[in-house]
Structures are given as structure tokens and as C-alpha cells.
């Protein structure tokens, strides 16, 4: 099992980029959402999905964009990068509600990325 | 709102002194409360989940407790090799979204 895998794992782009970060995984979970770390920050969420077709924000949406057209992918785009989106990026994944709780997430290894 | 808190931010301890970190919150509606340890370079990863007040959970040197406003990583005997970032998080039934607390990063010197 492949798990939760993120691509890439590095990237340095320049200010007013675009690019996509790309997640998968092979679990069938129904759950899925996207964190980023900074220092003294946590992981913070930016986007989650809920399944195929339904998306909904975190905290920190600006600048972020997610669409989820599988139950497998979940990409993250962003729009014009700006030097405040430099961050570690995770991944994460979850099987659905069991009854009145929800499970844990599995989390890719990250991508970070570096806006100059 | 829902909300975590951990305490301390950073914790070092000598090899063999057992210590606990704290993880507090305000939830509406507790659907899980999740520990994950996450070594420089790496994503989270899963250690345990707490439903219910009064629930507990052990691997290894590491016990989980949880209460109505806050849970408990307890820590025996340490070794260097547990040594890492332990992250709290809540998952609500209002948005079922996972929040997390900022972390304790441990440091265990032999």
C-alpha cells in the first residue's frame, strides 16, 4: 500500500506563479484535506473534502484553490504564489464517519515549498 | 469555536523520567481527540484515538487519557528514540474537520 503519496516533495517557485501540488491516495478513504506547517504555527487546514465533488475551507483559504473530481486525488492549486505561502504542505487522508465518531487522518510526507 | 492548546511547547528530559504533555480543548461535540508523533522532516503520524471521557489507550512507553476538557500523553521511562513533536488534534461533529494544537516538541537525552 502507497498510502497517502505527494508530489513533489521540494519546489521553489517565484513570486505570481502558479502551480499544483498533487496528493493521492489508494485507501479508498472518503475524507480528505490539506494542512500546511510553519514554525510556531501548527498545521493549520486550507481545504478539506468531504468526498468526490464536495469541497469546503479552513482556516487559512486565500490564495489556495481544491477541486475533487475522485475519491482518489485531491490537488492543490495555487493561484499567484506570494513569499507568505512558503511553507511545508501536507496531505491527508481518512476512511469515513464510523457511527458518532470519526477516524484519524493518514498523512503524505509533505511538499515544501519555498516562494522567492 | 473549537480550539486546542498544548502545553509545554518544548520538554526535555534525562533518559528514564517519565513525564506527561497536555493537550486542553473546547469542542462542540467531541468526535475524536487523536495524538500523532512527527520526526523533523516527516508528516504526522498516528498514534492513538480517544472517544470518550475516561478512555485510555497504551503503546509501548506512551499511555493516552482523556477527560471532558483535556488529555494526557503519558510517558515512562523515555528513551533518546522518542524523541520528536507530539501533536494533539479534535475532530467536531459540527464541520468534522481535524484542528491541532501547536505541539510539544520532546527532546530525551540519554
Known amino acids: 500500500n502507497a498510502g497517502v503519496t505527494q508530489t513533489p516533495k521540494f519546489q521553489v517557485l517565484k513570486t505570481g506563479q502558479s502551480m499544483t501540488l498533487q496528493c493521492a491516495q489508494d485507501?479508498?478513504?472518503?475524507?480528505m484535506s490539506w494542512y500546511r506547517q510553519d514554525p510556531g504555527m501548527g498545521l493549520r487546514l486550507i481545504h478539506y473534502?468531504?468526498?468526490?465533488?464536495?469541497?469546503d475551507q479552513g482556516e487559512v483559504p486565500n490564495g489556495y484553490n481544491v477541486s475533487r473530481s475522485t475519491t482518489e486525488d485531491f490537488p492543490l492549486r495555487l493561484l499567484s504564489a506570494a513569499p507568505s505561502q512558503t511553507s511545508v504542505y501536507f496531505c491527508?487522508?481518512?476512511?469515513?464517519?464510523?457511527?458518532?465518531?470519526?477516524?484519524?487522518?493518514?498523512f503524505g510526507s509533505g511538499t515544501r515549498l519555498t516562494v522567492v | 469555536e473549537d480550539q486546542v492548546t498544548q502545553s509545554p511547547e518544548a520538554l526535555r528530559l534525562q533518559e528514564g523520567e517519565s513525564s506527561s504533555l497536555n493537550c486542553s480543548y473546547t469542542?462542540?461535540?467531541?468526535?475524536?481527540l487523536f495524538w500523532y508523533r512527527q520526526d523533523p522532516g516527516k508528516g504526522p503520524e498516528f498514534l492513538f484515538t480517544?472517544?470518550?471521557a475516561g478512555e485510555e489507550k497504551e503503546k509501548e512507553r506512551l499511555k493516552a487519557t482523556l477527560t471532558k476538557k483535556e488529555s494526557f500523553l503519558h510517558i515512562t521511562a523515555p528513551k533518546p528514540e522518542d524523541s520528536a513533536t507530539y501533536l494533539c488534534?479534535?475532530?467536531?461533529?459540527?464541520?468534522?474537520?481535524?484542528?491541532f494544537g501547536q505541539g510539544t516538541t520532546l527532546q530525551v537525552k540519554p
Open positions: 491527508a487522508s481518512s476512511a469515513g464517519t464510523g457511527g458518532q465518531v470519526y477516524y484519524g487522518y493518514t
Open positions: 485507501m479508498n478513504h472518503e475524507y
Open positions: 473534502s468531504v468526498g468526490a465533488g464536495i469541497t
Open positions: 469542542v462542540s461535540g467531541l468526535r475524536g
Open positions: 480517544l472517544y470518550s
Open positions: 488534534a479534535v475532530r467536531s461533529s459540527n464541520t468534522g474537520k481535524l484542528i
